[in-house]
């Protein structure tokens, strides 16, 4: 199976990419001064069809210095479609610019657009964005048209082509005098250009009237390049006038009369390949079977009238739009084939991902079994990668107008809002087919599924308790039916596991992960595979094996962004597995880096809990670092944010972790213990009622340690600490069950958990003088900053930095020249040379490289 033509979401390459030029295209360089050459500056390519618009920006992009990114619009195309190829343009020149882009392509789409923009204005140099919009007006992309022309950095030249006028207002280039409008007038070929296209076609223009022929066309130059071939084959061009004075589609019957020209065989080739107006080697055999010919192809394809060719490595081939109208309007009488045909290309594109051309190919072949199939068989994988605008669309066709049909056209629509984050839709639609299912012989199907979506929509929200009831419905059994199979039973349990694993309910987590194992091995392997990694993720961290846990959840992370996972079925779990894995290692710089990327895609689908404990675990490094002032400021925002949820939720206690961290830093014992009480029993809660114990009670505290579980690593690790920690006069003692823990933790991945134990300092230094390995060694010199950032509260400054000297000690990591910095913030040098005084006064540091150095350690940048 060839996929190298699409993306895993569904990318056609040819259309982010200028399209090849035939062999004996006219160049028009002559035209290239009517293009606006300055930047930012927009050109406006506006001409009816059959002008050459395509074609002339072609050219002048192949000739021009600066790199193009190129965006052939498609009519089927969403406002995801518009941002996925955008970014594959970008990357066809710049392929790591883009390495986190599966955060960024899943943003709110005004936002999304925004934020590419701002990430292209990043980049050095001059480029040009083309935007190609000729053949087709896509309603779906129409509402962010002018969003997206204002939008466009300020070191792009916009190219925009259409058949008329767009309604977007360009005032803003227009006010900067940078603004060129290209039309049909300027398009038209000139005497000489036509006189030129006859000869290269071998038409004599002094015979037959043949000047006066192509006088009719007025210029218009596809109608000139289609007479000048009927003239060659000796046709009749009566036709043409008569359609000119009738007002029909001129070009359309010219088109038809070149077609004719053809012998049979191609003629009939070219109008089965007209079913669909894009195609690459493998669509054209199936379409053609033992007629396929890539000779044939690449022969109509040199001449370029009817077909053209991209450069990509997998050739793609492309109808001429004015051809493809016209061949999309002969009836294929004599195609006896053509249904199978059609399936064959919905299996095509069903193996491709490629979701939407498959259901358009199965549904135009009038089979309704396989319309059904393909859509039952796809409804999970445009579930799990986000297109629940597909499903909402198609939702239609998935049932007949009985009863049952209705009932599975709602199905699917919940299942399409749930996956888009409309949580408000899917609630409403969930609890409509609560109230049918009492009434329809299809109740346990309908019960399921509207706890299966319910389950999603509570945990998106952060309530819990009712997550809990409706996946208690939704899994009473693990068994499959009509309402869920085994991928959809292992991404219930994944939800149960998440949920066990933001409580630190280890047993269940385990517990979990052994059920989802041992379901059946049917369904969606890709994504059972995937579903299975993110679970074990979270129980190998849970049981303190970081090392693992980091590897496994990078594998889930990958998984993900290979296959375009997002939303409900995004990687969120494992990619705060990897954050915590990666704190765990001192590894702050990415650890900070993906807890900013799961913040970034929690927010883009709603999914709150994941939202706050990222940030949540940003506040803690804050805090550990000696931020109290901003640890304490961001929490009061959490806390601000929680009350606008106008949902139900349990997510308070969330927030109360971090408080809690920062009420023991600053031995606020009264206030921490305030929280403790209100908080479930997590991890952290049941380490301080322990130490509490053993407090109330020290004389049994050898039994009560002695007692502590050490099934897992993390559990053996916790109580050889605990040993260390009642034994710390007696230093042998004490560091026998350290060099312990210390030797296990090595293994894996323990790091940061050691640095926090500052009561062993000085016996961690001994043990490192025993044994100094690197990893000994590291993490007492680790220990030794860390202490010393709290100690000498390092950690905070005495005089806060202002918000312009926040923006200039960000733009410092740039590496750009200080004048370059002052223009860019468009201040004067002077009043750039007074900021960097105060701001280096505030930080305390003497120069430029050490205040970027201080400014990270603080997290200002």
């Known amino acids: 199976m060839s996929v190298q033509n699409f993306t895993s979401s569904g990318v056609s390459l040819p259309r982010s990419q200028p399209p090849a030029l035939s062999a004996n295209f006219l160049s028009r360089k002559h035209l290239f001064n009517l293009f606006e050459a300055n930047v930012p500056g927009a050109t406006l390519v506006i001409a009816p069809a059959g002008f050459g618009k395509t074609t002339l920006v072609a050219e002048w992009v192949k ?43 899943h943003f709110e789409p005004g936002e999304s657009i925004q934020l590419l923009a701002a990430a292209v204005g990043q980049l050095d140099g001059q480029y040009n964005f083309v935007i190609d919009a000729a053949r087709t007006e896509n309603h779906d992309i129409a509402p962010y048209a002018q969003l997206i022309a204002d939008s466009v950095p300020s070191n792009c030249h916009l190219v925009i082509i259409r058949r008329n006028t767009p309604m ?58 289609l007479m000048c071939r009927n003239i060659l084959k000796g046709n009749s061009h009566t036709t043409f006038s008569t359609a000119v004075a009738a007002t029909v589609n001129p070009l359309g019957v010219l088109a038809l009369e070149s077609y004719n020209t053809f012998s049979q065989g191609t003629r009939e080739k070219l109008h089965k390949l007209a079913i669909i107006e894009e195609f690459d080697l493998e669509i054209a055999s199936v379409i053609l079977g033992k007629d396929h010919s890539e000779e044939l192809l690449n022969r109509i394809a040199i001449d370029g009238l009817f077909v053209s060719a991209s450069t990509t490595l997998n050739r793609t081939y492309r109808f001429n739009p004015i051809i493809f109208e016209a061949l999309a309007q002969i009836p294929h009488e004599n195609w006896p084939e053509k249904k199978e045909v059609l399936q064959k290309l919905a299996e095509l594109f069903t193996l491709r991902g490629d979701y939407s051309k498959a259901l358009h190919f199965s549904y135009e072949s009038g089979n309704q079994e396989q319309f059904a199939h393909t ?44 996956v888009s984050s409309e949580f408000q839709s899917a609630e409403a639609l969930a609890s409509e087919l609560e109230y049918i299912a009492g009434l329809s012989p299809d109740g346990k199907f309908l019960h399921r599924l509207s706890a299966m979506v319910k389950a999603n929509i509570h945990f998106a929200r952060g309530d819990f308790e009712r997550t809990k009831q409706s996946l208690e419905i939704a899994i009473s059994k693990l068994e499959t ?76 992370i990958s998984q993900a962004k290979e296959f375009a996972y997002v939303g409900i079925n995004g990687p969120l779990d494992a990619m705060l597995v990897l954050a915590r894995a990666q704190l765990e290692a001192s590894d702050l710089d990415n650890c900070i880096e993906t807890l900013n990327a799961l913040m970034s895609e929690a927010s883009r689908w709603e999914i709150w809990p994941w939202f706050l404990m990222a940030e949540g675990t940003l506040i ?66 049941r380490q301080i009622e322990g130490n509490i114990q053993f407090s109330k009670d020290p004389k049994k505290l050898v039994s009560l340690i002695d007692a502590l579980p050490e099934r897992t690593v993390r559990e053996k690790i916790n109580k050889w600490l605990s040993e ?10 004490a560091l026998k069950s350290l060099n312990k823990a210390l030797a296990l933790g090595a293994e894996n991945g323990y790091h940061e958990y050691f640095i926090r134990q500052g009561g062993m300092y000085s016996l961690i230094v001994k043990a490192a003088a025993a044994k100094p390995t690197i990893y000994m060694e590291g993490l007492v010199q680790a220990m030794t900053e860390r202490l010393h950032t709290i100690n000498t509260d390092s950690g ?58 201080k400014g990270k350690k603080l997290l200002l940048i």
């Open 620 to 685: 803690r490094i804050q805090i550990s670092q000696g931020a109290i002032s901003t640890g304490s400021e961001a929490i009061a925002k959490q806390r601000a944010f929680l009350a606008k949820l106008h949902t139900p939720n349990q997510l308070s206690w969330i927030i109360d972790m971090s408080e809690v961290f920062l009420r023991l830093t600053t031995k606020d014992w009264s206030r921490a213990d305030e929280l403790v009480k209100r908080m479930p029993k997590i991890e952290l809660v």
């Open 63 to 105: 000739e021009n210095d600066r790199p193009t990114f190129w965006y052939t619009v498609d009519v089927t195309d969403t406002i995801q479609d518009f941002q996925a190829h955008v970014i594959a343009a970008i990357s066809a020149h710049f392929p790591n610019f883009f390495a986190k882009v599966d955060q960024l392509e």
């Open 724 to 733: 260390v920690s009642i034994n710390l006069d007696h230093e042998n003692v």
């Open 481 to 556: 039916d009509d309402a869920l199979d085994s991928s959809d039973l292992l991404a219930l349990l994944r939800l149960r596991a998440r949920q066990a694993f933001l409580y630190d309910d280890f047993s269940l987590l385990a517990e979990t992960y052994s059920q989802a194992k041992s379901l059946p091995g049917d369904g969606n392997h890709q994504l059972n595979s995937y579903q299975l990694a993110c679970i074990q993720s979270m129980v190998l961290y849970s049981e303190g094996q970081y090392f693992q846990a980091a590897e496994i959840s990078q594998i889930a």
């Open 375 to 418: 859509f039952r068989s796809s409804v999970r994988q445009m579930a799990a990668i986000g297109r629940g605008d597909l499903l909402i669309k198609w939702a239609h066709f998935a049932g007949d107008t009985s009863a049952n049909g209705e009932v599975m056209k709602k199905a699917i629509r919940v299942v399409g809002h749930l």
């Open 168 to 225: 977007t207002s360009l005032a803003r280039y227009a006010a900067l005098g940078n603004l060129s409008v290209i039309t049909s007038e300027e398009l038209k070929f000139s005497k000489e250009e036509v006189e030129l296209v006859a000869a290269i076609n071998g038409v004599a223009l002094d015979e037959n009237q043949n000047a006066k022929e192509l006088a009719m066309c007025e210029g218009w130059p596809s109608a000139v390049q």
């Open 796 to 853: 905070e400054l005495e005089e806060k930095l202002t918000q312009r000297e926040l923006e200039i000690l960000k733009h410092l990591t740039t590496g750009n020249p200080i004048s370059a910095i002052a223009k860019t913030l468009h201040i004067s040098q002077n009043t750039m040379k007074t900021h960097l005084r105060n701001t280096y006064r505030k930080l305390e540091v003497d120069g430029r490289q050490s205040a970027v150095e």
